[in-house]
């Protein structure tokens, strides 16, 4: 009895060591993978994408007490019940929705579109608006930049609701081509996200009229994340999604140089692996030649993931998960001038509050995190570059105003980290 005993002890001591250093490996395991760096052609798989002495695990980051960037705001539409430009419509009920805010600045002035629509979002008979501005904080009253789709303006009987016999516009960005300046913008059923009709289309702004003027089909069953933007190796690149893209995953369109309706078509594969993808961005890293696209995770990973291109986006790596949080909401960035990348996103893994600016020096890993603005629901950003300054374009108040942040590229040399306690 006391052999077997000693026996069972020993098996038990055994099993507890084995179990120990199989521990031990994991976590060096993760460890090693943090630590090591990402390259877009020997280490794609890295996860390594936030870094720095000022904090722990970063989904315990003290989002709301990020060091403070300075910024200028202006509010552009109101869609809010109650508010001095939005009086009662029995159709908007309680006011309307404005979301999918882009920016660029063409012809001396800055220029701002976004989705404009009744009761909640994307729903039958959504138009999309714009104003410009000569300084990006005094704003022209918002005007129709689409028409009511055919059949399904505030006269139908589908007018906001949720239904295969009503369709949307959804604003889709600028795009400045051979000097040209075009807006894009989605077409649907509203139904849900997204009806087998859709298609992506082209505006075009008459200088001479001063409107704007439909252009044509850009791409048959596609809806982009953001505008097209030039590889270096003189091809315009954008992300697509098709109605179906839940199952057949996100892809990228490569062309519009011949014609702005000219694409080819190539899959990100291992999308829909782990995550369902949403939203994606791009962007060329320092070496001129190699691309790092970022997806959210709609399945509430609450980080964001990522994906390299050695050859212009015809082939992705798989995307893996990074450790950069974000709370499943659209996010944008740019590189600098200066030669720094900059995101604009929701990083608190819960809720799109607050609105934050990360800064890294290669595109791949960031090392500060700065807060622009919360203490409500903000999200959707597009972010520009101007003279010395960026501006955030932003949907505040839940969805229901169109908002900017207009910042100094010099204050952000002066965003310091926190000493972590």
């Excluded at 849900?192 to 992506?200: C, H, I, K, R, T």
């Excluded at 320092?286 to 994906?307: E, V």
């Amino acid at each position: 009895m006391n052999t077997i005993t000693k026996s069972s002890a020993l098996g038990l001591l055994f099993t507890a060591l084995l179990f120990s250093q199989l521990i031990s490996c994991t976590q060096n395991k993760e460890q090693t993978s943090i630590e090591d760096y990402p390259d877009p052609a020997i280490n794609p798989d890295c996860n390594l994408m936030l870094t720095g002495d000022w904090f722990g695990h970063p989904h315990d980051i003290d989002f709301d007490n990020l060091p403070k960037i300075p910024s200028q705001h202006a509010v552009v539409s109101d869609v809010t019940y109650g508010n001095e430009h939005n009086s009662f419509d029995e159709a908007k009920g309680s006011g309307g929705v404005n979301q999918h805010s882009y920016l660029t600045f063409y012809d001396n002035k800055y220029w701002l579109m976004w989705s404009d629509g009744p009761g909640v979002e994307d729903r039958v008979g959504q138009v999309v608006k714009y104003a410009t501005s000569p300084d990006g904080l005094n704003w022209t009253e918002p005007d129709f930049l689409t028409h009511y789709p055919e059949g399904s303006g505030p006269e139908s009987t589908h007018y906001n609701t949720r239904t295969e016999k009503g369709m949307r516009w959804i604003s889709r960005g600028f795009w400045i081509r051979d000097g040209e300046l075009l807006a894009l913008a989605s077409l649907d059923e509203a139904a849900g996200f997204f009806g087998p009709s859709l298609e992506l289309r082209a505006f075009n702004w008459n200088k001479t009229s001063n409107s704007w003027e439909e252009k044509g089909l850009v791409y048959k069953n596609a809806i982009n994340n953001f505008p097209p933007k030039l590889l270096p190796s003189g091809d315009w690149l954008m992300s697509r999604r098709a109605y179906d893209y839940k199952e057949s995953g996100i892809e990228f369109l490569l062309g519009g140089t011949k014609n702005f309706d000219q694409w080819e078509s190539y899959p990100v594969m291992g999308s829909t692996a782990d995550m369902d993808p949403e939203e994606p961005y791009w962007w060329v890293l320092p070496d001129g030649k190699n691309l790092m696209a970022l997806f959210r995770d709609n399945r509430k990973s609450g980080y964001l993931y990522r994906a390299f291109s050695i050859d212009n986006g015809r082939t992705w790596s798989n995307p893996v998960r990074t450790n950069f949080p974000d709370a499943r909401s659209k996010f944008n960035g740019l590189r600098l001038s200066d030669g720094r990348y900059v995101l604009v996103s929701n990083p608190h893994p819960k809720r799109r509050d607050p609105l934050a600016l990360s800064i890294s020096e290669d595109g791949m890993v960031f090392t500060k995190m700065g807060y622009l603005t919360g203490g409500r629901h903000i999200d959707y950003p597009h972010v520009i570059e101007h003279k010395g300054h960026l501006l955030v374009a932003f949907a505040g108040s839940a969805k229901q105003k169109i908002e900017v942040l207009k910042i100094k590229i010099s204050d952000l040399d002066k965003l310091e980290m926190p000493t972590l306690k």
